[in-house]
């Protein structure tokens, strides 16, 4: 072979340069039909909501009106409904998924973190609708015959937050919803903090045991300092799962246009309201409010997602100062 000559010849050349820069346009292509998609979305919601929008003006977001005889509507106890039921998941979820990471990844004996591991990532799998069946006919009995009762016992006439547990104790509610809620994201943040405190490097942790540390003192003091920003993400990702949730929480949260601040009285959701009216919604103006209520619910979407970037930035940023 000449010792000028290139090994590569001048048309694989071509072809490999051809193929890389279709490769380049591939993925940029697909990064912007991103931000094309996202963008048609608010436009069409916008241009769909603004007859109601310019109707009931800001008033939309604070009345509890919701009249499709009297064309009268606002957006009150859905907004409700949506973060209620979304805290109360995150209240349950939480620290449940929180105990269930740290147990494959820092207790369980080796042979025991692949089935449970399994089954967790399993419950993801399960569609809403049937979540929303088993809250209805199984969880909101029990609910109803021991929970509420004891729970309205113990703090119904505790102030200020004993206004939250009144009313009479049906199953069905923004409490329950909640609970089954909590119950549908638990898969999502424990695969995620377990996949995230996996990443802590074993030297960190052997070096916390070799010096006496106990399980805790090592997952509070090395695992958790080392992963927080992939669990908060985790939790994040979990609020915007329940925040959009719809088919198991028309099931089971009463839907009712009634603002109450009792957790055991019926209420509705944003999507819980969609799915019921929006095939059987009756006149331009339900419509449009409808279309408003979805344009809410992405934006409460989209502020809670760019809260939870906004966070992780500084966590990112602040253990960057600290290193």
Known sequence: MNGDQSPISDATIRRLRIMDRSFQALTTGSAWLVLVILAGIIVSLFVGGWQALTEFGPAFLITDDWNPVTEK??????????????????????????????????????????????????????????????????????????????????FGDTPWIGALFQGAPLGIGMLPAGFILGIMIIPFITALMRDVFATTPKFLKESAYAMGATHWEVVWNVVLPYTRVGA????????????????????????????????????????????????????????SSLIALGLVLFMITFIVLTCAKLLLMGLDSRDNVKN
């Not at 009634?258 to 095939?279: K, Q």
């Open 73 to 154: 509507f606002g957006a009150l106890v859905p907004i409700y409904g949506t973060l209620v039921s979304s805290l109360i998941a995150l209240l349950i979820a939480v620290p449940i998924s929180f105990g269930i990471a740290l147990f494959l990844t820092e207790v369980s004996p080796h042979w025991l973190r692949r089935p449970i591991g399994t089954a967790v990532e399993l419950l993801a799998a399960i569609p809403s609708i049937i979540y929303g069946m088993w809250g209805l006919f199984v969880f909101a009995p029990i609910l109803s015959e021991h929970v509420q009762p004891w729970l309205q016992e113990t």
């Open 232 to 287: 908060v993400g985790g939790i994040f990702l979990g609020l915007g799962r329940a925040l959009g949730e719809t088919m198991a929480v028309t099931f089971i949260i009463g839907n009712t246009h009634r603002f109450s601040p009792s957790l055991f009285e019926p209420g509705n959701s944003i999507a819980s309201t969609l799915a019921n009216e929006f095939t059987e919604a009756v006149g331009d103006m339900h419509t």
